[in-house]
């Protein structure tokens, strides 16, 4: 997804006067200030100071327009040195023929890698708010020939999962971003087939990389997040330098 609102992740509109509304992202892979002051439009905002929620601020908004520009940071090969694409793969125990969607796709980092995973007779649904980010995953689908991968555009508030459609849900660096979580995660549940596991990726409070601390959320308050909504979470066991984990797995 797999991620852009002025209105992510992704799956970001501009504002004009009011504030502007949180946006699915993408994995930032330098520091998050220095990141949003290279790419954000000139004269936009580049945070929503929300109010707090588990003892961080709200979601964080900032846009992610111009593909070919984020491309450079997001599929950087030095990313796989800390985002350790394998062994978050790994931690979505996929086999062949299962249905996967990337919430927050981007430019997909991610979908050689979950394509590989589910094989010809499974699909991966890549998934962003922005109109750009999708055209560009559906270039590169046809590009590196990953026939199982659609990319799709979807709404600010809801993952556009059909009830009961998909295996496994992978969020990468976009949770901090979403606003109104436990909807937004009552939807995912809806998706998931019963069984099914929703993945997710996000900044630990001591990483270097990341948004500003007071956006990012302890898996701790992530996990009760997920379990309001019926979803029974868990921070498992990883070597990510800067991440955890966050596996909760529908009933």
């Known amino acids: 997804m797999r991620p852009s609102l002025c209105l992510l992740?992704?799956?970001?509109?501009?504002c004009a006067s009011e504030p502007p509304k949180p946006v699915?992202?993408?994995?930032?892979?330098?520091?998050h200030d220095e990141l949003v002051a290279r790419h954000a439009?000139?004269?936009k905002p580049h945070h929503a100071h929300g109010g707090g929620h588990h003892g961080h601020g709200g979601p964080l908004v900032h846009r992610f327009e111009k593909a070919e520009d984020w491309a450079k940071e997001f599929d950087d090969p030095a990313r796989d040195a800390w985002q350790k694409p394998a062994e978050v793969v790994a931690a979505m125990r996929l086999s062949p023929g299962?249905?996967?969607?990337?919430?927050?796709?981007g430019t997909g980092y991610f979908e050689p890698h979950l394509s590989r995973a589910?094989?010809?007779?499974?699909?991966?649904?890549?998934?962003?708010?922005?109109?750009?980010?999708?055209?560009?995953?559906?270039e590169r689908a046809v590009k590196e020939k990953l026939d199982n991968v659609?990319?799709?555009?979807?709404?600010?508030?809801?993952?556009?999962?059909?009830?009961?459609?998909?295996?496994?849900?992978?969020?990468?660096?976009?949770?901090?971003?979403?606003?109104?979580?436990?909807?937004?995660?009552?939807?995912?549940?809806?998706?998931?087939?019963?069984?099914?596991?929703?993945?997710?990726?996000?900044?630990?409070?001591?990483?270097?990389?990341?948004?500003p601390k007071e956006h990012r959320i302890t898996p701790e308050a992530m996990i009760a997040e997920l379990e309001a909504v019926g979803l029974k979470g868990e921070a498992i066991a990883e070597t990510l330098p800067d991440q955890y984990?966050?596996?909760?797995?529908?009933?």
């Open 9 to 14: 992740l992704l799956p970001v509109i501009a």
């Open 24 to 31: 699915y992202s993408t994995a930032e892979t330098m520091p």
């Open 41 to 43: 439009p000139p004269g």
């Open 98 to 105: 299962l249905v996967v969607a990337d919430i927050g796709a």
């Open 118 to 138: 589910v094989g010809p007779s499974g699909k991966v649904l890549a998934l962003d708010l922005e109109a750009d980010m999708v055209r560009y995953l559906r």
């Open 150 to 211: 659609e990319a799709r555009q979807v709404g600010l508030s809801d993952p556009g999962l059909g009830q009961g459609t998909v295996d496994r849900v992978l969020i990468v660096d976009t949770w901090h971003h979403i606003d109104g979580r436990k909807d937004y995660a009552a939807k995912i549940k809806d998706g998931l087939k019963p069984g099914g596991l929703l993945v997710i990726v996000d900044f630990t409070m001591e990483a270097t990389k990341g948004p």
């Open 245 to 251: 984990i966050v596996v909760a797995k529908k009933p």
